[in-house]
């Protein structure tokens, strides 16, 4: 599958003839202004929660491209009051089949208010399965051991997990998150946007080095066969 980076926790997974689209936080996202929204045609949107850094451009691009919104019941609704025509509202624990695979709702151990302080239901994460593999994309989340439950679930080829400490678990914690998820591929997200999550790049590969893990930084706008 191919793997656009398109800043923050956003990513565009092209996967069985798909886009998914990962938490779009691109317009406001000083480090992503080259980064060309009104291209980016995804047939689902998936999000993990409701704050402003994973929701901002749900709306806009939802309505120019018709994507199907998945996401916790909440969100879901408030985006189809907003006008966006397709959602699937789901909760934790439960799996949405599609003819291209299966989504699943995670926990997430974080907080979910809207930007206009409207209640976001509870935070998430989604466990993605196709024919071409299966990866874990964690949302805003702190270390916690529900993640080895995914790990006993089945094989994880990849997981995208914060790394900006701060508002999220910091790359320690993320390292100990991919050996619960049982994967040894990181690809980094929610780091450097904003001051309080820069990271040291060189560091945080150093501490992926020494525990065995392979930790990708994709440059925003970078894609990447995974
Ligand atoms: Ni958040
Ligand atoms: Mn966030």
Redesign the pocket.
């Known amino acids: 599958m191919k793997i656009s980076y398109l800043g923050h926790s956003t990513f565009l997974v092209s996967v069985s003839g798909q886009g998914l689209l990962f938490d779009p936080f691109i317009s406001p996202n000083e480090r992503a202004q080259h980064v060309r929204i009104e291209e980016i045609r995804p047939q689902v949107i998936l999000v993990s929660?409701a704050?402003q850094?994973?929701t901002a451009d749900v709306e806009q691009i939802a309505k120019a491209s018709g994507a199907t919104v998945v996401s916790n019941f909440e969100i879901v609704n408030a985006f189809l009051e907003r006008g966006v025509a397709n959602g699937i509202p789901m909760n934790h624990g439960g799996t949405v089949r599609f003819d291209w695979g299966t989504v699943k709702m995670v926990n997430a151990v974080?907080t979910s208010s809207f930007p206009e302080g409207g209640y976001g239901g509870n935070p998430a994460g989604f466990v993605v399965s196709t024919e071409e593999g299966t990866f874990y994309y964690a949302g805003?989340t702190a270390l916690t051991y529900d993640m080895k439950l995914i790990g006993e679930a089945g094989r994880i080829d990849f997981a995208m997990l914060p790394i900006g400490d701060h508002?999220t678990m910091g790359i320690d914690d993320a390292l100990i998150a991919a050996d619960f998820v049982n994967t040894n591929r990181i690809l980094a997200m929610h780091y450097d946007t904003f001051p309080p999550i820069e990271v040291d790049r060189a560091d945080c590969e150093k501490k992926a080095r020494a525990k065995g893990k392979e930790l990708v930084f994709l440059e925003i706008g970078e894609a990447r066969e995974f």
């Open positions: 929660h704050h850094d994973h974080h805003d508002f």
